[in-house]
Structure formats: C-alpha cells, structure tokens
T-cell receptor, first 110, second 115 residues
Framework: QQQVKQSPQSLIVQKGGISIINCAYENTAFDYFPWYQQFPGKGPALLIAIRPDVSEKKEGRFTISFNKSAKQFSLHIMDSQPGDSATYFCAAAHFNKFYFGSGTKLNVKP | GAVVSQHPSRVICKSGTSVKIECRSLDFQATTMFWYRQFPKQSLMLMATSNEGSKATYEQGVEKDKFLINHASLTLSTLTVTSAHPEDSSFYIC???????????FGPGTRLTVL
C-alpha cells in the first residue's frame, strides 16, 4: 500500500508561472513532511519541510501548504525558472521512517 | 553543514563480484543512516536502516545476505552488494540523520552497473 500519493507525474510550466505539486497521505501518525528536489544523476536535496502544527511555510519562492484534516500537502513554486526543472519528491515521516511519493518531473519552459 | 558523501559515484563490475559503497557524514555525527535504491524515473525505495554499532534493519523483500550493511562509526556506513548480478544494477543512495533531528540528508548517489 502506497503511503504517500503524489501528483501529477509530470508538469510543464512556463517561466514565471506557478508550479503546484500535490501529495496525500493516510497515516495520521506522520509528523514531518519534507519536499526534496532531485536533478538527474544526483541524490535528493531537502528543499523545504513542514510539521503538522502549521498550515503553511514559505522559504523564498517555495511554499508548502498543509491541510491536516484532508491529509494533504502541496508544494508551490512561485516565479518558476528553467533552473527549477528537476524531479520533486514529497515525503511523510514518523520516527525516522520516511515514505516517499512517486515523484513529479517538472519542466519549466523558458 | 549536513553534507553526506558517497564513494564511489560510479562503479562497473562483473557479475559475481562484490561491490562496496561508502557513505560518510562529513560535518556531523549520523546516529542513523539509510540506504535507498532508485530505479530510473522511479521513487526511492528504502532498503535498510542502520544505527551505529547495531545490526541494520532491512525492509521486507530486501535480502540481508546480499546487501550487507555495516555502520561502524557515527560518520560511516557501508553497503556491500555481494555476488552482484545485472538485476542489481541501480542507483544507490544513502542518507543520514543527526542526533536530535529527523531531517534526512542525502548523499549524491552511486550508480552501479553489473555486466
């Protein structure tokens, strides 16, 4: 059973646009929700993370929105740039056990 | 801070040989290290979790005799793929967490190709 469901699988956005990636989870015990960015041939890099006691967290152009009642969280990339083109993974964690979404390949067109 | 390195970055070996991959936390002590496997265009699959000085905990379906994990110190974990076969070819990624933290910091990955 997939613990974290991520959508869309791929996303094409024009430069300057907003990229939105969504994730949903089932286990209410999860208490840490990070997003990772991965470039081809590289390991994932932590982008931004949130805990369930807040509904939104913003760091630069990246914002996580968290809906505890719906068990959903999303990543918004404002003013998307071609350099943002990568694969993004959401994750949900509890006690150091991480469950990753299936990934979203983002392509930002110049 | 929180840099994790992996060595080697790429390795090509013949079928039947063993390959060792090192994962190091360069600027922090890693109480827990994780090993993942990633197939092309797919998500990360957790293989095992290791704590310094104790045996690794393997995920269901992962052969512990094939994928030997050693976490000898707070900065080093190794994954040895024993008697490698072409189906073991994959991208192997380690990650580490700090004491009193649950952020995972990932290494750059190791591309293993078994001929």
């Amino acid at each position: 059973q997939q613990q974290v469901k991520q959508s869309p699988q791929s996303l094409i956005v024009q430069k300057g646009g907003i990229s939105i990636i969504n994730c949903a989870y089932e286990n209410t015990a999860f208490d840490y929700f990070p997003w990772y960015q991965q470039f081809p041939g590289k390991g994932p890099a932590l982008l931004i993370a949130i805990r369930p006691d807040v509904s939104e967290k913003k760091e630069g152009r990246f914002t996580i929105s968290f809906n505890k009642s719906a068990k959903q969280f999303s990543l918004h990339i404002m003013d998307s740039q071609p350099g943002d083109s990568a694969t993004y993974f959401c994750a949900a964690a509890h006690f150091n056990k991480f469950y990753f979404g299936s990934g979203t390949k983002l392509n930002v067109k110049p | 801070g929180a840099v994790v390195s992996q060595h080697p970055s790429r390795v090509i070996c013949k079928s039947g040989t063993s390959v060792k991959i090192e994962c190091r936390s360069l600027d922090f002590q890693a109480t827990t290290m994780f090993w993942y496997r990633q197939f092309p265009k797919q998500s990360l699959m957790l293989m095992a979790t290791s704590n310094e000085g104790s045996k690794a905990t393997y995920e269901q379906g992962v052969e512990k005799d094939k994928f030997l994990i050693n976490h000898a110190s707070l900065t080093l974990s190794t994954l040895t793929v024993t008697s490698a076969h072409p189906e073991d070819s994959s991208f192997y990624i380690c990650s580490a967490t700090r004491l009193r933290g649950n952020e995972q910091f990932f290494g750059p990955g190791t591309r293993l190709t078994v001929l």
